[in-house]
């Protein structure tokens, strides 16, 4: 009876009665072969972009490996094609190549190996329509080290990456990079706002607006009758229209939610009786302003961070 051989490796199982006096020969020759499949790594060189690595029967052969390392100068993308189609395969693959390695077997699928890359694979033996499988395309890790680092972040906090197709010279900017441009602004640049906790992008010109809007304030027009208080909301200027009825009033604005470089301004509307401005800080009268007469309808003042310079003028 003649030798036969496993299915995946062509190790010779001799035939009953065979081989007699040469048994030790070809038991070495199988080990040597099982050492190979176990643990052996071998140096593939490719060129072109084909390669067939072959398992021969009963013969030390590259595709016996376990390990392959790639090398050579390939000229493109490599096809290593798994030979022969009918046999389970499993390699650790190391591409040291500057090109792609794309390992098949028959019609199945596929998997490439990018250069510098490393891989677990397997071939499934299926002769014409066999699949190669690329075992790492989905493995469930516990606990991931980069660099002897844990990874701490959640898988779906690095879902939120997918997608982000940042530079890194914007990924620095974002991470405090201090150096610092003078490149102008300008209507249509996106500015990047905290949307109660949800991060949007929108346009300086919005934001324009809305600074603009905001930056002072209207309050409906106030009918005077003694002494008043006006009270700006922080950080606002203000444009106050006031009306006085009868006699000498007094307008106190109140500095307490001011900061310097914020200004007041009040219209007079009504043509007869005076009115006294004044300002007061956590209601202690500090000054007596200045004095609105019948012929003058118009104040602006302007806070220096502790007192008022008011001016008197013309309404036009």
Known sequence: MASTYTANSGIEKIGAGEQAGAWGTTTNNNLDILDRAINGVGAITLSGTTHTLTTSDGTLSDGGYKVL????SPSGTNT??????DQDKMYFVQNGTSQTVTFTQGSGANVSIAAGS????????AGSGAAVVDLTAS???STLRLGGTAVTSTAAELNKLDGVNSTATELNIV???TSIGTTAVSAGDG???????TMRQTTAATFSTYFNANAFSAPTALSLSGTTTLTPSAAQSIYQRVTVASGSQTLRVAITNLIAGQYVIIDKTSSANSLTIDWNNNSAVTSQ?????????FAIG???GSSFSFVETVKF
């Open 118 to 125: 490393k891989g677990m694979i397997y071939a499934d033996g």
């Open 289 to 297: 302003g200045i004095t609105l007469g019948s012929s003058v309808e």
């Open 139 to 141: 493995i469930d890790i």
């Open 191 to 197: 500015v990047v706002t905290n949307d109660g906790g």
């Open 175 to 177: 991470d405090g990079d």
């Open 302 to 304: 302007l806070f220096n």
């Open 69 to 72: 390392v790639l090398g050579g």
């Open 80 to 85: 290593v094609t798994i030979s022969p189609n």
